[in-house]
């Protein structure tokens, strides 16, 4: 079940935001966030860039899921993200502390080349887990 498609950056007005989150909206600069629940497991599907300020409105929806849903898994899919700084990966281990608190567990899928590299670097999937290891 779709839970809904959440454009970040263009859900407020401009002229509303602060002014760095402003300047990236005026370069067109836009990240979706795209929420479902299947079977118990929250996916969250990312596309475009995650930095410091889409990582701060990412974080944002998907703890209001976490929160409200309370899922027994929660599955980042990242296939559709072009570039992702340490930002993103602190939204990833952010959301694995939240999950593990409420006894539940974090994957991530379709994470490719440089967003691979610095997930296998940095250790992250000591916590999490490839969701193409299981299913979701």
């Not at 502390?97 to 006894?103: D, P």
Request: charged residues 30%; aromatic residues 4%; proline residues 2%.
């Amino acid at each position: 079940m779709e839970l809904s498609v959440i454009p970040l950056f263009l859900c407020a007005k401009a002229d509303r935001l602060p002014a760095r989150q402003r300047e990236h909206t005026e370069r067109g600069e836009r990240m979706n966030l795209k929420l479902m629940e299947e079977n118990g497991v929250l996916v969250a599907a990312v596309a475009g860039e995650i930095d410091h300020h889409s990582a701060v409105l990412l974080r944002e929806k998907v703890d209001r899921q976490i929160a409200a849903r309370r899922p027994r898994k929660l599955c980042i899919d990242l296939s559709g993200v072009s570039f992702m700084d340490s930002s993103g990966l602190g939204f990833i281990m952010g959301r694995y502390r939240n999950m593990a608190g409420l006894g539940g567990e974090v994957s991530v899928k379709g994470a490719q080349g440089r967003i691979e590299a610095v997930l296998q670097m940095s250790g992250a999937y000591r916590y999490v887990r490839k969701a193409e290891e299981e299913n979701t």
